[in-house]
């Protein structure tokens, strides 16, 4: 049984951590729903404070134009908060944090 119906998977380093990336959510929606906590502030891709580094995998952006420079496209940059998994996807994003589900 092969596993090509399942949603990518978004491995956060150095946490560790992989969580499912469906792509009616953003990364940084995915994330929140694993309880991740990844740096955030506008969730509209214009302040980069979720800048991260993809490493490795492909993104699609929910908006035309993320506040990202060509160069940092080039070096793997994403912004997760306006970015959705195409494929299993592993991120640097060293401030990550576990957060225990809010009750």
Known sequence: MSDHNR???VR???LGCSFEAPDTLTILEA??????????SC??????TCLCKMTAGRVRYTIEWPGLSRD???E???LPCVAIAETDVVIEAPE???APPSR
């Open 7 to 9: 949603p990518p998977l």
């Open 12 to 14: 956060v380093e150095p």
């Open 76 to 78: 793997g940059y994403i």
């Open 96 to 98: 990550a944090i576990e």
């Open 43 to 48: 969730r509209n891709g214009t302040c980069r």
């Open 31 to 40: 994330a929140g729903f694993a309880n991740l906590r990844l740096p955030r």
């Open 72 to 74: 940092e496209k080039q």
